[in-house]
C-alpha cells in the first residue's frame, strides 16, 4: 500500500538559515506525484512545489527545492534562507495512479518554527 | 486564492444533529476531493467525485454522504453528529484524476466543524 513518512514531527530554524523537511514513500506504482503543502496557523492549505516520477531533474520554486532520491523513495523538501513567515506545518503528499482515483496521500507532517 | 470555495468556514452544532458543507471546485476541474483533518488522524481522503461520479471512498464514515451535481459543485453530508466528528473538512479539485497525477490538488481554505 502506498505510504507516506516524515519522521520529524517539529523542527527549528534560524532565520535566514536552510532547513530540510524530511520525507519517505512507498508505491508499487511507476507513474506518480510528489508535492509539498504549506498549512499556516489560520488553515488553508498551500500547494508549494511538485516533483514527478519520471523527472530527472530535482524541482525548484523559488526559495523551494525538491531533493529526489528515486532509489531511496525519498523526496525531501529544502527551505532555504528561511523567513518567519516561513513558520507553519508542512505535509508531504503523493498523488497515486492505481485505483483510478488520483487522491492525495499524505504524511503526518512537520512543525516547522523560523527562530529571529 | 486557490479557486477552491468552501462554505461555510465555521460550524459549530450539537451533537445527533446534521450538517451540509459546500464546495464550489476551481473553473474547469472535474474532481472534487473530501478530506477530514483531525488533531490524532491527520488528513485523512474521505471521498472522490469525478464529474458527477463517485470513484473512491476511504474513511468515510456511514453517517457521511456526499454528491457531485451536475455543475460540478459537491456537498459533503455529516448526519448523527458525535462529538469525534470535530475536525476541519477540506475540499480539493482537480482537472482530472488518475491521469493527472503530476498536477496538484488544490485546496478550499476548509469548513471548520465544531459539535458540541
Known amino acids: 500500500a502506498q505510504k507516506i513518512t516524515q519522521t520529524q514531527p517539529g523542527m527549528f530554524v534560524q532565520e535566514k538559515e536552510a532547513v530540510t523537511l524530511d520525507c519517505t514513500y512507498d508505491?508499487?506504482?511507476?507513474?506518480?506525484?510528489l508535492f509539498w503543502y504549506k498549512q499556516p496557523s489560520s488553515g488553508e492549505m498551500i500547494f508549494l512545489i511538485y516533483q514527478g516520477s519520471y523527472d530527472e531533474q530535482n524541482a525548484t520554486e523559488g526559495r523551494y527545492s525538491l531533493n529526489f532520491q528515486k532509489a531511496r523513495k525519498s523526496a525531501n523538501l529544502v527551505i532555504s534562507a528561511s523567513q518567519l513567515g516561513d513558520s507553519a506545518m508542512y505535509f508531504c503528499a503523493m498523488r497515486e495512479t492505481s485505483g483510478n482515483t488520483g487522491k492525495l496521500i499524505f504524511g503526518q507532517g512537520t512543525t516547522l518554527q523560523v527562530k529571529p | 486564492d486557490s479557486g477552491v470555495t468552501q462554505t461555510p468556514k465555521h460550524l459549530i452544532t450539537a451533537t445527533g444533529q446534521r450538517v451540509t458543507l459546500r464546495c464550489s471546485p476551481r473553473?474547469?476541474?472535474?474532481?472534487v476531493y473530501w478530506y477530514q483533518q483531525s488533531l490524532d488522524q491527520g488528513l485523512q481522503f474521505l471521498i472522490h467525485y469525478y464529474n458527477g461520479e463517485e470513484r473512491a471512498k476511504g474513511n468515510i464514515l456511514e453517517r457521511f454522504s456526499a454528491q457531485q451535481f451536475p455543475d460540478l459543485h459537491s456537498e459533503l453530508n455529516l448526519s448523527s453528529l458525535e462529538l469525534g466528528d470535530s475536525a476541519l473538512y477540506f475540499c480539493?479539485?482537480?482537472?482530472?484524476?488518475?491521469?493527472?497525477?503530476?498536477?496538484?490538488?488544490?485546496f478550499g481554505n476548509g469548513t471548520r466543524l465544531t459539535v458540541t
Open positions: 508505491t508499487s506504482d511507476q507513474s506518480y506525484g
Open positions: 473553473s474547469g476541474d472535474l474532481s
Open positions: 480539493a479539485s482537480s482537472v482530472g484524476a488518475a491521469s493527472s497525477y503530476n498536477s496538484p490538488l488544490h
